[in-house]
Each structure stands twice: as structure tokens, then as C-alpha cells.
């Protein structure tokens, strides 16, 4: 658990570090907002993508820091839906996982057929993740 905890926190602060970097590079377009047309439009494209991006970056530092609390708890490596063991392979793979393979599996699913999976925003968890 201790490894699992180590990369988990290591994965937080390149995370956070990432989200300061892409506010910056924000902050940074929104002072130079002098120009043509053109670099108006690609100063906003630029400024959407930062968002975006620290959007996901700041989903993912969720999961992560729920990992680490359930590890803290005593509870982290098991499915949050059926209970069972999630396999170390897949822990190692994505150490923010909730659910086991097949709870994922099923939730991909669930979501394909109520036409509710976003295919704009892939989820790290969406991987091919077969034998974890």
C-alpha cells in the first residue's frame, strides 16, 4: 500500500503543479490580449484549452485524493460498487480507481446504451484495461 500511496501523491503534486503552470500560461494570455483578430482568437482558443484542461486535471486530483483517504481508511482496493478485490495489476495501472474491471465494464455499458458517454472527455479509467 505504501507504494501505491507514494505514486498517488506523486501523481497529486505533478497535478497541481500542471494546474498552476496552465493558470499561469492563462493569466499570462489574458494581459496580452493586445493584437489583430487573429491573436484574439487564438489567445480564447488557448484560454478555453487551459480551462479544459485544468478542469480534467482537477477531476482526476479528486480521485486521486480519494484514493488516498480510502487508503488512509483501511478501504482503498476495494470495488466501490460490488466490493470485491480490485486486481494489483489494475491498482498499479490506475491507482485512483473506484471500481473493479467488471463494475466499469457494466458502468461503460449502462452509459453506451442511455447514450450518456462522453466521448469529448475521456476518463482515464476508460482505457483498455483487459486482464487488470
Known amino acids: 500500500m505504501k507504494e501505491i500511496k507514494e505514486k498517488l501523491l506523486e501523481m497529486q503534486k505533478a497535478i497541481i503543479a500542471e494546474i498552476q503552470q496552465d493558470r499561469s500560461k492563462s493569466a499570462s494570455a489574458v494581459t496580452n490580449d493586445i493584437g489583430d483578430n487573429i491573436d484574439h482568437a487564438t489567445e480564447e482558443r488557448d484560454r478555453e484549452l487551459y480551462q479544459l484542461l485544468g478542469e480534467r486535471d482537477q477531476q482526476k486530483l479528486e480521485q486521486i485524493k480519494h484514493a488516498i ?39 461503460e455499458r449502462t452509459k453506451g446504451r442511455e447514450g450518456t458517454l462522453d466521448l469529448s472527455n475521456p476518463n482515464v479509467e476508460s482505457m483498455d484495461t483487459e486482464g487488470y
Do not use: N, W
Not at 73 to 82: A, F, I, P, Q, V
Not at 94 to 106: G, H
Open 69 to 107: 483517504e480510502r487508503i488512509d481508511d483501511d478501504e482503498y482496493g476495494l470495488c466501490e460498487d460490488c466490493g470485491v478485490q480490485i486486481g494489483k495489476k489494475r491498482l498499479m495501472a490506475l491507482p485512483f480507481t473506484q471500481l473493479c474491471i467488471e463494475c466499469k465494464s457494466e458502468e
